[in-house]
């Protein structure tokens, strides 16, 4: 597996991501993670939607909750049953459902990477050091082609939330 040392950093602490960095027009890496009832998901069954991709490092966080709040009001549910918002963390199943209930999440289907790091390391996100997913989002059009990849190259910064809806309104 690729290690990219100080590919990211983390408060200013520079940090290695590991697997291969997706680029748009690559066919979207296959994965499966872990849904908030135990059961598994993979890309494939999400087959002929446009799927947006939320990956934060910790839902309970002030930034990653910002951002699943952001996904969750203005890209979910937008486009019906064409396109799904899923929310990437390497937190487990059982927080996930916990934060999503409290915060009244209901358009985006949250999914833990936890077990295996198959999406994190697929995608080349995982941050290495802290075995959490780095703060990005990806757009992957009907045919299973990455359309958008925005990794940020500081965590503790907010995505280019107009660039990720554009991506998103140019599928449809």
Not at 13 to 31: E, H, I, R, S
Not at 41 to 70: E, F, H, M
Request: charged share 20%; aromatic share 8%; net charge negative.
């Amino acid at each position: 597996m690729i290690e990219r040392p100080q590919a990211i950093t983390f408060a200013g602490t520079p940090m290695t991501l590991v697997g291969n960095p997706v680029q748009v027009g690559d066919k979207a890496p296959d994965f499966t993670v872990i849904a908030n009832d135990m059961t598994s998901r993979s890309l494939s069954d999400y087959a002929g939607k446009v799927v947006v991709i939320n990956c934060v490092p910790s839902l309970d966080t002030p930034i990653c909750d910002t951002q699943t709040r952001w996904f969750n009001k203005d890209i979910a549910g937008m486009y019906g049953d064409q396109a799904v918002v899923l929310t990437i963390s390497c937190d487990l199943p059982f927080a996930q459902k916990r934060w999503c209930g409290a915060a009244g999440i209901e358009g985006v289907e949250t999914l833990s990477d936890y077990r295996e790091l198959q999406f994190s390391q697929g995608f080349g996100v995982l941050i290495k050091e802290l075995r959490l997913i780095a703060r990005s989002a990806f757009v992957i059009d009907r045919d299973g082609k990455i359309a958008y990849a925005q990794v940020l190259p500081e965590v503790k910064t907010h995505l280019d939330y107009d660039a990720v809806k554009a991506a998103v309104a140019s599928l449809f």
